[in-house]
Nanobody
Framework: QVQLVESGGGLVQAGGSLRLSCLFS?????????MAWFRQAPGKEREFVAV????????TYADSLKGRFTISRDNAKNTMYLQMNDLKPEDTAIYSC????????????????WGQGTQVTVSS
């Protein structure tokens, strides 16, 4: 079984930065999974943020977030990260990490395992 635990969320002013972490534990190696971030804002559907392949060589971002968010992973630490810069109030959401077997998939249904999420709130 796979467990994912997010951390690093919080309250930040517009223009600020946060780095989210997702700690992986499971039977199979972390590097065998593509890892992704999704977010869900109040009253909205969950949406794709970014995904990184198992060894980190391939990354895909939501078009609207390119240039501000950076996804990375450290397979030696079983951890994935999301560096978020120049945050805006519309980035306010619960951010969840997910693990799946399809390389750089962007659809919710492609992911088998999910964390509980971490709240990010950006004040104006």
């Amino acid at each position: 079984q796979v467990q994912l635990v997010e951390s690093g969320g919080g309250l930040v002013q517009a223009g600020g930065s946060l780095r989210l972490s997702c700690l992986f534990s499971g039977r199979y190696g972390f590097s065998t999974y593509s890892m992704a971030w999704f977010r869900q804002a109040p009253g909205k559907e969950r949406e794709f943020v970014a995904v990184i392949s198992g060894r980190g060589g391939s990354k895909t971002y939501a078009d609207s977030l390119k240039g501000r968010f950076t996804i990375s992973r450290d397979n030696a630490k079983n951890t994935m990260y999301l560096q978020m810069n120049d945050l805006k109030p519309e980035d306010t959401a619960i951010y969840s990490c997910a693990a799946g077997g399809i390389a750089t998939a962007t659809r919710i249904r492609d992911y088998d395992y999910w964390g509980q999420g971490t709240q990010v709130t950006v004040s104006s």
